[in-house]
Antibody, heavy 120, light 112 residues
Framework: EVQLVESGGGLVQPGGSLRLSCAAS????????MSWVRQAPGKGLEWVANIKQDGSEKYYVDSVKGRFTISRDNAKNSLYLQMNSLRAEDTAVFYC?????????????WGQGTLVTVSS | QSVLTQPPSVSGAPGQRVTISCTGS?????????VYWYQQLPGTAPKLLIY???NRPSGVPDRFSGSKSGTSASLAITGLQAEDEADYYC????????????FGGGTKLTVL
């Protein structure tokens, strides 16, 4: 059974940093692209970042470029999101999701999410 | 403002059929890219409902169906049940954006 478990969320002040983690199990982690998707309170879904199987390619939504860094450790079956210079508008539930690529990309499995609150 | 446009809300009585539209443009759905649908039950993570425009993952009831035509796609739910009350999101690929994964704004389905 595929499982994705996020951790690391919490309350942080504007301008601060936070590192999210996602522990994967139930599939060959190193064989899949992985993603972070976020959802602001009461709002819709927004794709944040993707990372290729070996970490050699990374893509970001424009609003987080230069502030967020996606990474992975295939030996630990883990995905990460380093978030710096956080802003109030980054407040959201962050989901780790497996990205399936067979034609267009889509998310076939999601974690339960971790809440990031940016506030003073 | 989302790249893909969905109605904010739809409703229906138990047993009825409802449809949720997802309208895009020539750089996403109209370019021939597939559409995907996700169901988000209250307080839970999204779950893949439809992939490749009209395919259901294992375990998704056949009451759920998807279709695509031109620059739009639709999700149909027949035999509406109380447990279908959720938010539904469409998703596609957009060739004009640096971040190519795009979502609709979501539709809240209320079962009356």
């Amino acid at each position: 059974e595929v499982q994705l478990v996020e951790s690391g969320g919490g309350l942080v002040q504007p301008g601060g940093s936070l590192r999210l983690s996602c522990a994967a199990s139930g599939f060959t982690f190193s064989s899949y692209w992985m993603s972070w998707v976020r959802q602001a309170p009461g709002k819709g879904l927004e794709w944040v970042a993707n990372i290729k199987q070996d970490g050699s390619e990374k893509y970001y939504v424009d609003s987080v470029k230069g502030r967020f860094t996606i990474s992975r450790d295939n030996a630990k079956n883990s995905l990460y999101l380093q978030m710096n210079s956080l802003r109030a508008e980054d407040t959201a539930v962050f989901y780790c999701a497996r990205l399936f690529l067979a034609g267009e990309p889509y998310f076939d499995y999601w974690g339960q999410g971790t809440l990031v609150t940016v506030s003073s | 403002q989302s790249v893909l446009t969905q109605p904010p809300s739809v409703s229906g009585a138990p047993g009825q059929r409802v449809t949720i539209s997802c309208t895009g443009s020539s750089s996403n759905i109209g370019a021939g890219y597939d559409v995907y649908w996700y169901q988000q039950l209250p307080g839970t993570a999204p779950k893949l409902l439809i992939y490749g425009n009209s395919n259901r993952p294992s375990g998704v009831p056949d009451r759920f169906s998807g279709s695509k035509s031109g620059t739009s796609a639709s999700l149909a739910i027949t035999g509406l049940q109380a447990e279908d009350e959720a938010d539904y999101y469409c998703q596609s690929y957009d060739s004009s954006l640096s971040g190519p994964v795009v979502f609709g704004g979501g539709t809240k389905l209320t079962v009356l």
